[in-house]
């Protein structure tokens, strides 16, 4: 049988840095565990443009709608403040969102024992944390119509346009109730019903489903603005979070920094199984392309280890080979490597990205 393909887009600012690292794990479990993929490489974002005066271009889209999988590193950076809005780089990546159809955006927000006293907020409050934002991806305000600044009189109005369909809304519940089902089955869904009717129906919904087919699925609801009280008060009482696109967008940056750093996050995005059994998807660490630290060997590619973590779990069926890559950069991080982003109060010396993959890739040996 042919291996599966995986397409990595390694995108701008450290997103080279950090998926450099990655590419040698991929290797790892190429040579050691037999999992060997072929893995071809494109540009996202303001490389794209770069190359191509698009943030990505048709060649590129078709080659990630064929392959088995997706790795992309991040996107954007100041050089490109200044571009027309339908060429910035985030629209390379969210034209990959809306057509590899990828409704279903799972972020983790996990606490690593090591990292607990990292966070903002008091150690008790986030050791041993575990949730995941289950974030709608391809509609709402991200997507809704009419969108634009348009002439109204003498002045200018900028419109998008918040918009479900009860189709789009099942289908992303459905995905977070089959995922709570491996979890705590536990779901609170946050939306904004007290004033938009999007949010309603949203509401409604989610509860019909659940009613119908996940009976077993303890559901309750909460105001997205009560959630981010909520997410910082006492983040442990949550296990699966749904939400929607702009709602999820904030409340996962906001769970990602309970952790104590945007540097450890991954994120899957999945869409509906292709003829191969397997959703579609893009995998992508939740920091962004960091143009402030990019090509100094600074960024901690660890985020970017655990999505290609969840394309293992999620797109390979390869739960144990997942846990052990998860296993060994806890391992590391108990060990004491830091890279620039985790120094705490105590200080220290942070190592460099690379040494990071080294120190994985080590762990990894020892886990033989
Ligand atoms: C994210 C990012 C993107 C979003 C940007 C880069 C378009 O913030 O993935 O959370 O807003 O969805
Ligand atoms: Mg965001």
Redesign the pocket.
């Known amino acids: 049988m042919a291996n599966p393909t995986l397409l990595i887009l390694a995108g701008d600012g450290i997103g080279p840095e950090v998926m450099g690292q990655v590419k040698r794990v991929i290797g790892w479990f190429g040579d050691k565990r037999g999992l060997a993929f072929d893995v071809s490489e494109d540009l996202v974002g303001g490389a794209a443009y770069d190359a191509h005066g698009t943030p990505l271009h048709d060649d590129t889209m078709a080659k990630a709608l064929a392959a088995d999988a997706v790795l992309l590193g ?3 950076g100041p050089k490109y403040d200044d571009l027309d809005f339908s060429v910035k ?2 629209r390379g ?2 034209r990959l ?1 809306k057509e590899m159809d990828l409704f279903s ?1 799972l972020r983790p927000a996990q606490c690593f024992d090591a990292l607990a006293d990292f966070s903002s907020l008091k150690k008790d409050i986030v050791a041993g944390l575990d949730i995941m934002i289950v ?1 709608e ?1 391809t509609s709402g305000v ?1 997507f809704g119509e009419p969108r634009g600044i348009f002439e109204e009189g003498n002045e200018r109005v900028g419109i998008n346009t918040q918009r479900y369909t009860e189709g789009e809304i099942d289908r992303v519940a459905r995905s977070a109730f089959e995922l709570a089902r491996r979890r705590n089955k536990k779901v609170c869904s946050m939306e904004k019903a007290n004033v938009m009717e999007s949010g309603i129906l949203w509401r409604e919904v989610v509860q019909k489903v659940r009613d119908a087919d996940y009976p077993d699925i303890d559901l309750s609801h909460m105001y997205a603005d009560n959630g981010a009280m909520q997410l910082v008060r006492a983040p442990k009482q949550f296990d699966v979070i749904l939400t929607d ?1 702009l709602f ?2 904030i409340l ?2 906001c769970a990602a920094m309970l952790t104590g750093s945007l540097g450890m996050l991954p ?1 899957a995005s999945l869409g509906a199984p292709t003829d191969a059994g397997r959703p579609r998807a893009l995998y ?1 660490p ?1 920091h ?1 392309s960091a143009p402030d630290i990019a090509g100094q060997g600074k960024a901690n590619p660890i985020a970017c280890f655990l999505s290609f973590a969840m394309a293992l779990r999620y797109s390979f069926d390869q739960g144990d080979e997942a846990a052990r890559l998860e296993a060994a950069i806890e391992q590391v991080l108990a060990d004491g490597a830091r890279t620039a982003d985790l120094m705490g109060e105590e200080g220290g010396t942070p190592i460099s990205t690379t040494d990071m993959g080294d120190a994985i890739l080590n762990a990894l040996d020892a886990s033989l």
């Open positions: 991040a996107v954007g780089p985030e990546l969210l969102r955006n974030r991806l991200y696109n999820g967008d996962s940056d994120s992508e939740v962004g």
